[in-house]
């Protein structure tokens, strides 16, 4: 087998449609993140006006985040979706599988976007992270400006997402800097790595469903797939939906059980891999 990096990084087993997945990060999408500043007339507190620079981007940076831009299916989330589908029964497993079908879409869209994680890998998202304005109580600043982060489904460019947002927040004297741009990555589904995983955690995790996904967050893999390195990003062990939410919080943590779980998985892993591979590789 030709070399793939396994990128320990971004997610961990689930419960997901009433089954236990696990989770393989084969693509991710880009990101967008920019500067917007706003200048105008300020004034005292006492005589607030409602035209000064602070109010009017708080509410273009609402209208921003109330759009609701272009929804799409990559092709992982249909083989997820396919493959969580043929575990299901009754009329839900039916339209997993069904997916790729437009009816079907218009069907189970709005499901999947109920959920915070499926609503990320159908759609670009918007976040408003910061807001900088005055830094005295009793004065109305003549300048604010605030950062937004955009993750973007693969086929979207920067200079698109970034009209797209101009246009939602409807500010023409409004100015704009690209902070950051993340590039989208993807590798190969039907891949010897992918394939020996999924052995793998069939015999440590039997009850659980091996599944490629969209990754709405960027990884390390951003680095090594545009070096031509498949990389699939996993965290080999199982907790609970409610630890998602810990990310980038105060009490983001992984138990060390689950550290466990990961190490062993590994091994068995790396032994298998070099099973697998010819005198040449090794």
Not at 28 to 43: D, H, N, Q, Y
């Amino acid at each position: 087998m030709t070399a793939a990096a396994m990128i320990v990084d971004g997610t961990y087993g689930v419960e997901f449609a009433g089954q236990r997945v696990l989770p393989v990060g084969v693509a991710e999408k880009a990101s967008v993140a920019f500067r917007i500043s706003l200048e105008g007339k300020g004034g005292h507190a006492s005589l607030p006006g409602r035209d000064h620079p602070l109010e009017r981007l708080t509410a273009g940076l609402q209208r921003l985040v109330a759009a609701s831009p272009n929804r799409s299916l990559s092709p992982e989330v249909v083989e997820m979706l396919g493959r969580l589908g043929a575990r299901s029964s009754g009329l839900q497993g039916w339209l997993m599988q069904r997916i790729s079908w437009a009816p079907v879409r218009w069907v189970a869209m709005p499901t999947l976007q109920k959920q915070a994680y499926t609503n990320a890998m159908t759609r670009n998202t918007v976040a408003w992270t910061g807001l900088t304005a005055g830094d005295s109580y009793n004065v109305i600043p003549n300048r604010a400006e605030a950062q937004v982060d955009m993750r973007i489904l693969p086929g979207t460019t920067p200079e698109e997402a970034l009209a797209w947002a101009k246009e939602a927040i409807d500010l023409p004297e409004a100015s704009y800097e690209i902070l950051e741009f993340k590039s989208p990555s993807r590798s190969a589904l039907d891949s010897p790595w992918f394939n020996l995983y999924e052995a793998v955690a069939a015999q440590r995790f039997p009850d659980m469903l091996v599944a490629p996904i969209l990754s709405p967050a960027s990884t390390d893999a951003r680095h090594t797939r545009p070096a031509g390195i498949p990389s699939y990003v996993v965290v080999p062990a199982y907790e609970g939906s409610e630890l998602l939410a810990t990310i980038h919080e105060k009490d983001e943590r992984i138990p060390a059980r689950a550290l466990g779980e990961g190490a062993r998985f590994f091994f068995e892993f790396l032994v298998a891999s070099d099973a697998a591979a010819t005198p040449h590789e090794r």
